[in-house]
């Protein structure tokens, strides 16, 4: 299995305020894994890092094996890294136009394939094309978001809680619709959340506590052992490591 | 709400039939609550279940689309945020909001005491959170789980006799949620009543006396955590299914 | 009656033009968040460039609508590179926006003043009357007019038929999720920017039609009148300053034909401005309230 | 509470550098001041604007003044009747870009840093005005070139401020009013600007017609800012009036002479008080064919007055002031020309070098002095009271037009076509 | 969707680890014991009473140095409206394009006073003041508003309030304000110094005290401010009416220097202008930032004006377009800057608070 994206000691943070400390992750191509972790545990800032909204501190982010931290986001996009947002869409612009958005620097054939594909695959999408984003339901918006970070067929998508904000039986309609694409689109898949439920789609798992990493191995030794568990509910302690330390290079 | 510890307890707080709607979207729907002095009740449910917004509608960030919120017996439905900190009632956020540019000390000293009553719980807020070597220190130069315990002190130094805590937890570490729960303990046994979002059970569990389990904007569990943890329908909305 | 519908009539084609006038400087905002303050000095500067052509190269001054387009692209290209990357980095970058456009308004303004001196200077009338409705009108006027509709329509071309323009518009709707979508924010601004300009730049020759004339100070109230019109339409929403434009221009038009009301003519989209930011802040067709 | 009392010590040391700036600039303008203020001369310091919008008419009234401190310098300068001699004459002029916050500046800074014997006020009421407060207030006698303001004269007696050309606008439009009456117009409609200078003619106009009992059917002031008469003439036009007054300044006159010609509307009569000063301006902007017929004020070089007692006559003016090119001269040319003559006649007169010893040698050629302008004379408050302002209207002549003066009938001494109106106006 | 669980990521951007325009905004901590020879107590008395008693002082004497008044007593008119801006947009965050309206209802509320009522100066004076506060007090629902919005709809009050001073009879709209001689040049200039010493009293008054923390606190964060107990619209409101008074009173000064004026010239929008561009090229939310800012670049104002006019819009503007992008925190950022930079090395605030260790006293 290669090795499609590598983060290394990833330190980052939001203007003074260290967030992550010292991140290690690997992902192997075609192995979904899931990023665990409570409120503010830095899920979202290590996917921000991954998809070069913010800065790293300090660290690398391979992919392929080519180190990209000087890419900006939109070449990381347009280089088959997607991302799907907690927000996902832009609520002003209509369906259509999102998934052109999600399209762009294609070529306008293969947009318009793409566009022709995703109405096939989620045909809610098809009936409600012409409307604005902003009007569609919980689950359908993040149907639009998935679709659209699936326009350009990426080798890895980068998902920030996907699950959130929808009821219980969406969450396993959004669980199955992720197994489908992943199957369907050849695509990585590496997503962060809060909802355990979710871990169903995952192989592998990597537990985030305060900004570090905890657990990090197979599905199948994450639900044996329930000191993970318990880590992710927060119902214990995680590891722990002092964390008043500054930035190192503020 | 579940009835309270002690029989003839102060209440502080009842909220009553609260609901807040955004556009068409149903936030809070007709919630109810009390909140007792010396004690603490958790508010747990999954994201978007609409705690914050209760908490933003009971403090004043938001106004109710209906229902009523008492303080100490008078009517405070409505009431602005700067007028329900000085009638005894503040709050902490669960994204810090300190103020950034004024020095830890000053973040103290601008907050307008309560006048009359006696607080309940008049130590050093600094002090107390242990931020008092900070003072000096502008406020942004704190880490996160520093600013949270700012955010804490600055509720404090009103003098409140009512809490909500938003999210005190997320983000810190076990030893640093020991050393919140510790506070939050200390509080409730100085009287004060807390009302306490959380998704951390255990470090709920050092504090609450009872939960309000919501979802979806409405209530669907009271009664105590060990309670909530075993309710399958807790366990269905919240957990999702559990691992 | 008739006098009201001349009033309407000269209402909708002034309009047409406060919309032309206002809908770079939107684009402006609306992508960057930057307030352009030498908005009005660029129209002037086409207006300079469409009187250079009539007078010195004496051809029609209306050429100077596209050959102004090249120079103001060049233009747009350096004053983007030499100011908007740091301007974007700025704490608050509507405030340090502002005062970096009042002093490169200064500089047009001496400029203009070194090259074309201070005096007014009129365009030859593009011809007699044109008949409207059974009334007449000045042929500038309705010229001015007519050629805003389709600069108009060019603009929507762009926002709603090309893939930048797509792009342009996720920009202003959300750049988070734009950039999140691998929109390259910073093409869309440069062209955002360039087109903002050459917008102000083509709409001059038909300022000095408009207004009779145009002097190298013209250009200060005329920024005043297009942000008054894009905030009545709302910042950010193109299609808005249209709907302001027409407002503006009609309700000026109308309060000329009211004996009583012909002094407080200029007063007129101010208190306009007042009414619609402080009955709905967002401008008519905003659609995030922007209240402190 | 943080303490940072560095703030401070930098902020004063800051600030002292500051003023130490200040001295420097003001070394350099005291050089400049000495360098102007030699013995021998006479200094007249004027602003003028080279920018912004009084620029047009204030660059031509300060190449009039230049033009005759030129013409008395080559003369080996003016006779100065306290010294008894003659002294070369220094113009000291300064930049106000039409800002009269900058203008009242400049006025201090020719008092007070270069000592100027006499000040000469830049164009028109606005910018005039700050010099109106400083020439009271520090004794310093102003030579007002145009700035005919009605607040200017009204305060009592003030012997520091003398008005050389154009009568103030209230006494103005007096022939306007008596020629309509005399072309027995009923329906008058006058359309104003809403400023000092045209609010005061067109109330004055108003008052002398409702005295021969017209009542105006329209009377409407627009800001002076205004710049589309679309509307305004349509409603004008429904009124049905015999004659329209349009008082504005140049680029009001302009606009609203325009709007006649593109829009092909006809009025019987049409005044604009602006074609009569600037009459090639007129016919670049607006063209000779759309300004026939139009009435205006008849001010040199089109009125000309060659019987002078100082100075030179219109015709030797025109011809000096612009050798091959008398059609660039305009009447504001003459207005600054005019002023240097005020000037020149005072210290002719003059009991000392005082500013009060100057202002009396005004009085002394009170009434008598004949400039190229007309009677030079001035009541006790400064006003002008003794310049010609006779209409005229534009006929057409050639290619373009000639000013014919239609009422009153021309003066003896001034050499001049007089005409009938030609009312109502033939179509064009 | 309400603020629920919103991960840090969405808070609001906060500046990159090493903006440079951000760095005036972090490390503020206070150097203790003594400073330059002054110990904290000496200090603080020092840094409330010398800008507001040495600046007037100091510029008393200018005339024996450039013995321009009008250029001195306008000068002061600028410093008194750049700490105005400095209250309002330092202080509290909003940009008030049309500032310029406070100025012009200062000047005509005096100037009328002194004509129809026949008060005299001081009186005067104060009812300018009190005019432009009755306007503030009118337009006060403006401050619903925010950013660009605000700049401009204060910019077209003002453009209102002109308008109705230039139509109406009353106020000599069209024919002019023509004032009789108030005070003698000199006496002018002491008491536009004595304007400006209370303009700068009060910058300190409000810096220093509750008032003024309250103030910062709400720039900071409104929400927090309001929990802290603080009333937000009184607050803005209050600060509105200051600086709407000192415009006032600048205003009035500034009448009754110019004695003779039209509606155009006390409502020009280039003073607000100016008076924006002074106080941000000094620096805002210090004391002596707008001061010096107006000092150094309205004398520059005068001097290239003098002797380079051809120049001078084309050198002003390009020296303003280079200050906002290169200093942006004003000249005062200069030494504040470097400062906090100073400090920054030296500073590393660890409290130990969250190690559990010492959980700090009082018992409850």
């Not at chain 3, 051809?59 to 596209?66: G, K, Q, T, Y």
């Amino acid at each position: 299995m290669t090795t499609l994206l590598e983060v290394r000691h990833a330190t980052t943070g939001y203007g003074t305020i260290q967030v992550l400390w010292d991140v290690n992750v690997t992902i192997p191509e075609g192995v979904t894994v899931g990023l665990l972790g409570a409120n503010g545990s830095g899920k979202s800032t290590l996917l921000r890092a991954v998809m070069g909204l913010l800065p790293l501190w300090s660290g690398e982010v391979l992919f392929d094996g080519e180190t990209i931290n000087h890419w900006d986001p939109s070449r990381r996009v347009r280089s088959s890294i997607a991302y799907m947002s907690e927000k996902g869409v832009i609520a002003a612009l209509s369906v259509e136009d999102n998934l052109r958005v999600g399209g762009t620097g294609l070529a306008a054939r293969e947009v318009k394939a793409a566009i022709a594909r995703t109405w096939d695959d989620f045909p809610i999408l098809r009936e409600r094309r012409r409307s604005p984003a902003g009007s569609l339901s919980g689950g359908q918006r993040k149907t639009l978001a998935l679709a659209k970070a699936l326009i350009r067929q990426p080798r890895l998508l980068v998902m920030d809680e996907p699950s959130a904000g929808l009821s219980p039986i969406l969450v396993h309609e959004m669980v199955e619709t992720l197994r489908r694409v992943r199957d369907q689109y050849f695509v990585t898949l590496l997503l962060a959340e809060q909802n355990s439920t979710v871990l169903d789609v995952a192989q592998q798992i990597v537990v985030l506590a305060g900004g570090r990493k905890g657990f990090d191995g197979p599905l199948d030794e994450f639900r044996s052992r329930t000191d993970v568990a318990a880590q992710f509910f927060g119902l214990s302690a995680p590891p722990d490591v002092p964390s008043n330390e500054r930035p190192a290079n503020d | 709400m579940s009835p309270p510890p002690d029989v003839g307890a102060e209440r502080l707080l009842e909220v009553r039939d609260v609901t807040r709607v955004f556009a068409s979207l149903i936030a809070v729907a007709n919630v109810s609550l009390d909140v007792v002095a010396g004690s603490a009740t958790g508010l747990v449910g999954p994201n978007g279940s609409g705690k914050t917004t209760l908490i933003n509608v009971i403090s004043g960030v938001y106004r109710p689309s209906g229902g009523t919120v008492r303080l100490r017996g008078r009517d405070v439905t409505g009431t602005a945020s700067h007028r329900l900190c000085r009638l005894g009632l503040n709050r902490t956020f669960q994204i810090p909001h300190p103020l950034g540019d004024l020095t830890v000390a000053d973040n103290i000293a601008v907050v307008r005491p309560r006048r009359g009553a006696t607080p309940r719980f008049d130590a050093d807020p600094l002090e107390f959170v242990g931020l008092a070597a900070a003072a000096p220190v502008l406020a942004s130069r704190l880490t996160s789980g520093e600013q949270k315990l700012l955010d804490l002190a600055r509720a404090l130094a009103s003098g409140p006799d009512v809490l909500l805590v938003d999210e005190l937890g997320a983000g810190l570490s076990a030893r640093e949620l020991e050393h919140v729960a510790s506070l939050l303990v200390r509080l409730k046994d100085a009287g004060l009543g807390l009302l306490v979002v959380e998704h951390l059970m255990d470090f709920l569990e050092q504090i609450v006396d009872d939960v309000l389990v919501m979802d979806a904007g409405a209530e669907i569990f009271r009664g105590t955590l060990r309670g909530a943890v075993s309710d399958p329908r807790v366990i269905d909305v919240y957990l999702g299914g559990a691992p | 009656m008739q006098l009201f519908e001349y009033a309407i009539v000269n209402g909708v084609l002034f309009g047409l033009f406060y919309g032309f006038i206002g809908i770079g400087l939107n684009l402006l905002f609306g992508v960057m968040r930057l307030v352009n303050l030498a908005h009005g000095d660029l129209v002037v500067f086409g207006g300079y460039l469409g009187y250079s052509l009539a007078v010195d190269a004496h051809i029609n001054s209306l050429w100077a609508i596209p050959l102004s387009i090249p120079a103001a692209l060049v233009f747009g290209f350096l004053v983007y590179h030499a100011t908007v990357p740091r301007l974007r980095r700025a704490v608050d970058t509507e405030t340090a926006s502002l005062i970096v456009f009042f002093g490169i308004s200064q500089v047009l303004e001496a400029l203009m003043t070194m090259i074309y001196g201070a005096n007014q200077v009129t365009l030859p009338s593009p011809g007699g009357p044109v008949s409207l409705f059974g009334q007449d009108y000045p042929a500038s006027v309705v010229i001015s007019a007519a050629l805003s509709v389709p600069a108009l329509a060019l603009l929507y071309l762009y926002l709603y038929r090309t893939r930048i323009g797509l792009a342009t518009r996720a920009v202003m709707a959300d750049e988070d999720e734009a950039v999140a979508s691998g929109v390259r924010v910073r093409r869309v601004a440069v062209w955002a920017f360039m087109i903002g300009v050459a917008f102000a730049t083509t709409a001059g020759t038909l300022t000095a039609f408009m207004l009779g004339g145009i002097n190298p100070t013209t250009g200060s109230g005329l920024t005043i009148t297009a942000f008054t019109v894009i905030i009545i339409g709302s910042l950010g929403n193109p299609l808005g300053t249209v709907v302001g434009g027409l407002l503006v221009g009609l309700a000026s038009s109308l309060s000329l034909t009211q004996a009583y009301a012909t002094e407080w003519t200029a007063v007129v989209p101010y208190v306009l401005l007042l009414v619609v930011v402080l009955v709905r802040p967002s401008g008519l067709f905003g659609a995030t309230v922007r209240r402190a | 509470m943080a303490h940072r009392p560095y703030r401070i010590t930098t902020g004063l040391a800051a600030l002292v550098l500051a003023l130490g700036g200040l001295a420097t600039l003001s070394a350099g303008s005291a050089d400049a001041a000495s360098a102007h203020a030699k013995a021998g001369t006479i200094t007249v310091g004027t602003l003028y604007a080279s920018t912004g919008a009084y620029a047009t008419s204030s660059m031509p009234e300060y190449a009039g003044l230049q033009f005759w401190a030129k013409q008395v310098d080559s003369h080996g300068g003016m006779y100065v009747a306290p010294l008894r001699r003659k002294e070369k004459v220094k113009i000291v002029a300064y930049n106000d870009q039409s800002d009269p916050a900058t203008a009242t500046s400049l006025y201090d800074q020719l008092i007070s840093q270069n000592h100027v014997n006499v000040l000469v006020a830049d164009f028109g009421s606005v910018l005039t005005a700050p010099a109106i407060t400083i020439a009271k207030d520090q004794k310093q006698l102003l030579f007002d070139v145009t700035g005919s303001g009605t607040s200017f004269f009204t305060s009592g007696s003030n012997p520091y401020v003398v008005l050389t050309s154009l009568p103030v606008s209230a006494v103005w439009p007096k022939p306007v009013a008596k020629l309509l009456i005399q072309l027995k117009t009923k329906r008058v409609a006058i359309l104003y600007c809403q400023n000092d200078f045209d609010q005061a003619q067109a109330t004055a106009i108003q008052g002398f017609l409702k005295a021969a009992g017209i009542t105006p059917v329209y009377f409407q002031g627009v800001p002076t800012t205004q710049s589309d008469y679309s509307t305004l003439v349509q409603s004008i036009k429904a009124t049905n009036p015999d004659a329209v007054l349009e008082l504005g300044y140049p680029n009001n006159d302009i606009a609203f002479l325009n709007e006649l010609k593109a829009t092909g509307t006809h009025f019987k009569f049409v005044l604009t008080p602006f074609l009569g000063q600037l009459p090639s301006l007129f016919t670049q902007d607006v063209g000779a064919p759309a300004v026939n017929y139009t009435y205006t004020y008849a001010v040199p070089p089109t009125l000309v007055i060659n019987h002078v007692n100082i100075g030179l006559g219109l015709t030797a003016f025109v011809r000096q002031f612009a050798p091959g090119k008398p059609s660039t001269v305009n009447f504001l040319d003459v207005a600054g020309y005019n002023a240097g003559l005020a000037v020149q006649a005072a210290f002719a007169h003059a009991t000392s070098m005082s500013q009060l010893g100057i202002r009396a040698g005004i009085t002394a050629v009170n009434g008598k002095l004949q400039t190229l302008e007309g009677t030079f004379k001035v009541d006790n408050t400064g006003e002008q009271l003794g310049e010609l302002l006779p209409v005229a209207q534009a006929v057409p002549h050639g290619k373009g037009f000639a000013l014919k003066i239609v009422y009153p009938a021309t003066p003896a001494q001034v050499k001049m076509v007089n005409a009938k109106a030609k009312y109502p106006a033939p179509t064009k | 969707m309400p603020e629920d669980d919103a991960t840090p990521a969405d808070a609001p951007p906060p500046p990159t680890p090493h903006d440079a325009a951000g760095a005036d905004r972090t490390g503020r901590a206070a150097p203790s014991g003594r400073i330059w020879g002054l110990r904290a107590r000496e200090g603080r008395w020092v840094r409330r009473v010398v800008p507001v008693v040495a600046t007037p002082v100091l510029l008393f004497f200018a005339p024996h140095v450039y013995n321009n008044l009008a250029f001195l007593t306008t000068m002061v008119v600028y410093v008194v409206l750049a700490e105005g801006v400095n209250l309002l947009y330092g202080f509290t965050g909003y940009l008030p394009f049309g500032y310029v309206g406070f100025f012009g209802a200062g000047a005509y509320g005096a100037s009328l006073a002194v004509v129809d009522w026949h008060v005299t100066g001081l009186v005067a004076l104060v009812i300018g003041g009190l005019t432009a506060a009755i306007i503030g007090l009118v337009v006060s629902p403006l401050l619903r508003l925010s950013g660009a919005y605000f700049a401009l709809a204060t910019l077209a009050a003002s453009q209102v309030l002109y308008y109705v001073v230039a139509n109406e009879p009353w106020t000599y709209g069209e024919s002019g304000m023509s004032l009789p001689e108030v005070f003698g040049a000199t006496e002018t200039y002491v008491i536009a110094l004595v304007i400006m010493a209370l303009a700068l009293a009060v910058t300190v008054a409000v810096r220093d005290s509750r008032f003024g923390l309250s103030l910062r606190a709400i720039r900071s964060d409104p929400v927090s401010a309001a929990m802290a107990g603080i009333d937000v619209v009184r607050a803005r409101t209050a600060a509105w009416f200051i600086s709407a008074a000192l415009a006032g009173l600048a205003g009035a000064i500034w009448a009754i220097m110019t004695a003779a004026f039209y509606a155009e010239n006390p409502f020009d929008l280039t003073i607000s202008v100016y008076a924006i561009v002074f106080a941000l090229f000094g620096g805002v939310r210090t004391v002596l930032g707008p001061v010096i800012g107006t000092v150094v670049l309205y004398s520059l104002y005068q001097y290239i004006g003098i002797s380079n006019p051809q120049y001078f819009e084309l050198v002003y503007g390009l020296l303003i377009v280079g200050l906002a992008l290169f200093l942006p925190g004003g000249l005062g950022s200069l030494v504040t800057g470097s400062a906090a930079r100073w400090r920054r090395r030296r500073t590393r605030p660890v409290t130990g608070a969250l190690d559990g260790a010492a959980p700090g006293g009082g018992t409850p």
